[in-house]
């Protein structure tokens, strides 16, 4: 599903206009987005977790290229953990 597709089924089932349906998809996403930004988790109840994890410095071997070690400065990374409705739905 794409991004204008999912915007046109809550536009659809909420009866919203597209362009409304958007707004509330972007406040949506950006609200998700800063509160990572700042180092909170976001809980959606019944859905899933998101949160900022830590990825250590590390030393790989680029693909194709044999001997040529390269190091992975440390970074964070966003993580997505689904709640067990979720899970219970997809498996």
């Known amino acids: 599903m794409t991004k204008s597709q999912l915007i046109a089924i809550v536009a659809k ?3 919203l206009t597209k362009k409304a349906s958007n707004d509330a998809i972007e406040a949506l ?3 998700i987005k800063r509160s ?3 180092g909170q988790k976001v809980v959606i109840s019944g859905f899933g977790t998101f949160d900022i994890g830590e990825v250590k410095d590390k030393q790989v071997v680029p693909f194709g290229k044999e001997a040529q070690r390269q190091t992975v400065k440390r970074h964070n990374v ?3 953990r689904s709640g067990k409705p979720l899970k219970k ?3």
Do not use: P, Q, S
């Open 89 to 91: 739905m997809v498996w």
């Open 78 to 80: 966003v993580n997505f």
């Open 29 to 31: 996403f950006e609200e």
């Open 13 to 15: 089932k909420a009866y």
């Open 36 to 38: 990572l930004k700042k």
